[in-house]
């Protein structure tokens, strides 16, 4: 009996996972990494749920696998992205079963062209949830095709276990797996279709208490925040430049591909991955607008494996060897750049900012975070704060503002609006590391953060 995966693709992931290790320690840590790390980092789980379920979209099980990282290896960029960058490995280990039973033919190059696609690459080395929704995707759409092969109890119970875990790590992964049953629904299959069918409500089902649980708590936080969630008439271009992680020069070779690659698949599968991508984007696209969110295209990030397949194919098929040799070459060329410039561009230092509002408040002025960034956004990496931090109004001398590329502008007028009232004035102004000022008010002695 053959292995599942060869020696030679086991040492092209084993490469990968090496490459991860160390893409990991290139970036600092930036904002929605650090918004997980602050709800992994509670002390219970009680207070790691109150945190989650006031983060818009987010469900508690990513930041339960992240928990014992942070725990044993502590707040450190291999101890966060750890988990990610297993679940990657996953992820692609997954994926070559999927293919294998597939019998696609050109499964060396659907690795590559998976693991080099720039949105892929980027959220394996992020703590935050999308790589571990990713690996639990390709995993679900493996057992959803041999449920329809070899329907069976077990598997219907697998299938079922697999989009609830999906859904309790990021709830857009959802959509996929509707579109994967959609594109066969008119199949001779029909029995089989309604048994994966009642699996999919079942595993949905398990997500309902959680939903009901947050669903107000984020539309309010929705609210608060000011998010546009109008989708506009360039909506599409923004998702055709996105959908690859970098820009047209990587998406339009991927789309492209996978137009070709379209008759080199049999029809089942074709209808099987269309379903994947039509349902990927558009559930993804109305979620958000009807929730009032801004349209993210990370949302509809898990519709990657399927273009991955199509475009391999196209890339590979004999009869158009010219123009997929062509496409592919940029596709690589254009995705390695995107990606090298990437882990180059690292601007934030959260750890450092809050060090440098620690020399501040230690000289006697209380800190101030205008709302609605949380104060956590810097006591995760430095606790001490949590006994400086004050409001505008109860602020009664010195006092630091910590204002960011984030701060609402208004709620940053606000804030000096209030101080003023309170007599507090503005004395200067420190740059903090990563692109936050510190506003220091009443004469507050300015001191340079320490390096």
Not at 301 to 322: K, T
Request: with cysteine.
């Amino acid at each position: 009996m053959k292995p599942a995966i060869s020696l030679r693709y086991s040492a092209a992931i084993a490469l990968y996972g090496a490459l991860l290790l160390w893409l990991a320690t290139l970036l600092p840590f930036w904002l929605d990494e650090v918004l997980t790390l602050i709800g992994a980092a509670k002390p219970t789980v009680h207070e790691l749920l109150t945190w989650v379920g006031y983060n818009p979209g987010s469900s508690p099980l990513a930041f339960l696998i992240e928990q014992p990282f942070i725990h044993v290896l502590g707040l450190t960029q291999l101890g966060a992205r750890l988990p990610s960058i297993l679940c990657s490995v996953l992820g692609a280990m997954a994926l070559l079963g999927f293919a294998r039973e597939l019998n696609l033919r050109a499964r060396a190059l659907l690795l590559v062209v998976y693991l080099a696609l720039p949105f892929q690459l980027r959220y394996a080395v992020e703590a935050r949830p999308y790589a571990a929704a990713l690996a639990l995707t390709i995993a679900a759409l493996w057992c959803l095709w041999r449920l329809l092969d070899r329907p069976s109890p077990g598997l219907a119970i697998l299938y079922a276990l697999l989009i609830a875990a999906g859904l309790y790590v990021q709830p857009f992964a959802a959509f996929v797996q509707i579109g994967a049953l959609a594109g066969l629904a008119f199949s001779s299959q029909k029995k089989t279709v309604a048994l994966a069918a009642a699996a999919l409500a079942a595993g949905c089902l398990l997500f309902t208490p959680w939903y009901w649980h947050v669903r107000a708590a984020w539309q309010r936080e929705i609210a608060v925040s000011g998010y546009a969630g109008a989708l506009a008439w360039r909506t599409p271009l923004v998702l055709l430049r996105e959908i690859a992680g970098g820009g047209y020069w990587q998406s339009i070779p991927l789309v492209v591909g996978a137009a070709l690659g379209w008759k080199e698949l049999p029809t089942r599968l074709r209808h099987f991955l269309l379903g994947v991508i039509l349902c990927g984007t558009l559930g993804a696209m109305a979620a958000d607008a009807v929730s009032g969110y801004f349209f993210a295209t990370r949302h509809a990030l898990f519709v990657i494996p399927a273009l991955a397949m199509l475009a391999s194919a196209g890339f590979a098929a004999n009869r158009y060897r010219r123009a997929g040799a062509v496409l592919a070459a940029i596709f690589f060329v254009a995705s390695i750049a995107k990606s090298s410039a990437y882990f180059r561009s690292g601007s934030e230092d959260w750890p450092g900012a809050a060090r440098a509002i620690l020399d501040q408040a230690r000289t006697g002025a209380c800190v101030i975070v205008p709302p609605p960034e949380p104060e956590d956004m810097y006591a995760v990496f430095e606790p001490e704060l949590r006994s400086h931090f004050c409001t505008a109004a109860s602020a009664s001398g010195p006092a630091v503002v910590a204002v960011s590329q984030y701060s609402v502008p208004a709620r940053v007028a606000e804030t000096a609006t209030i101080l003023a009232s309170r007599g507090l004035r503005p004395s200067g102004e420190v740059e903090a590391s990563g692109g936050v000022s510190l506003l220091v008010y009443a004469g507050f002695p300015v001191q340079q953060p320490n390096n």
